[in-house]
Nanobody, 118 residues
Framework: QVQVVESGGGLVQYGGSLKLSCVVSGNFFTINTMEWYRQAPGKARELVGV???????IHGDSAWARFNITRDEYKNTMYLQMNSLKPEDTAVYLC????????????WGQGTQVTVSS
């Protein structure tokens, strides 16, 4: 079984920074893709960024200049560095990962709350 666990969320003031972590653990061999999503109350789930073995990409006009994704393949961990945070960044941030082990896996974490005050 593969588990995906996010951490690092919390309360931050306008303009502050947070670094989120997503750790994949369990019985697997290869992670193909890791993704960050976020979902604010009353809004649709939004893709924040994507990490593959070869690249990382930030999506969204308001986030691409402020957010950055890195990945530590040895630790099976993906990070989301968020700078210059705004109230509109407030959301539950979710990690999604897929890959291969004994079987193909496709798993979601439970999310970590990010709240940005004005």
């Amino acid at each position: 079984q593969v588990q995906v666990v996010e951490s690092g969320g919390g309360l931050v003031q306008y303009g502050g920074s947070l670094k989120l972590s997503c750790v994949v653990s369990g019985n697997f061999f290869t992670i193909n893709t890791m993704e960050w999503y976020r979902q604010a109350p009353g809004k649709a789930r939004e893709l924040v960024g994507v990490s593959t073995r070869d690249s990382t990409t930030i999506h969204g006009d308001s986030a691409w200049a402020r957010f950055n994704i890195t990945r530590d393949e040895y630790k099976n961990t993906m990070y989301l560095q968020m700078n210059s945070l705004k109230p509109e960044d407030t959301a539950v941030y979710l990690c999604h990962a897929n890959g291969w082990g004994p079987r193909f896996f496709d798993e979601w974490g439970q999310g970590t709350q990010v709240t940005v005050s004005s």
